[in-house]
Nanobody
Framework: QVQLVESGGGLVQAGGSLRLSCGASGSGFGIRTMGWYRQAPGKQRDRVAVISNDGSTNYEDSVKARFTISRDNAKNTVYLQMNNLKPEDTGVYYC?????????????WGQGTQVTVSS
């Protein structure tokens, strides 16, 4: 079993910064892609940024040049540095990982961390 634990959310004023972290724990697994998704109140969960195990990244258009996703493979941890935050970035941020266990691929989600950006 793999568990993802997020941290780093909070309340920040517009223009501020936050750094989210998500660590994977467990044993006998290999992580493929890790990513961050957010869900605003009353809206669906949307992808924000993803990073593959070779370091290639992909960002949702509205966060390009403001957010940076990175990962530490030795620590099984993914980060999301969020700069110049805007009120529309408010939501619950979820970490997702695609994980190989015993030659099968599984999808895991973290519990979510709240990010609130005030205007």
């Amino acid at each position: 079993q793999v568990q993802l634990v997020e941290s780093g959310g909070g309340l920040v004023q517009a223009g501020g910064s936050l750094r989210l972290s998500c660590g994977a724990s467990g044993s006998g697994f290999g992580i493929r892609t890790m990513g961050w998704y957010r869900q605003a109140p009353g809206k669906q969960r949307d992808r924000v940024a993803v990073i593959s195990n070779d370091g290639s990244t992909n960002y949702e258009d509205s966060v390009k040049a403001r957010f940076t996703i990175s990962r530490d493979n030795a620590k099984n941890t993914v980060y999301l540095q969020m700069n110049n935050l805007k009120p529309e970035d408010t939501g619950v941020y979820y970490c997702k990982a695609l994980v190989d266990v015993d030659f099968r691929t599984y999808q895991y989600w973290g519990q979510g961390t709240q990010v609130t950006v005030s205007s």
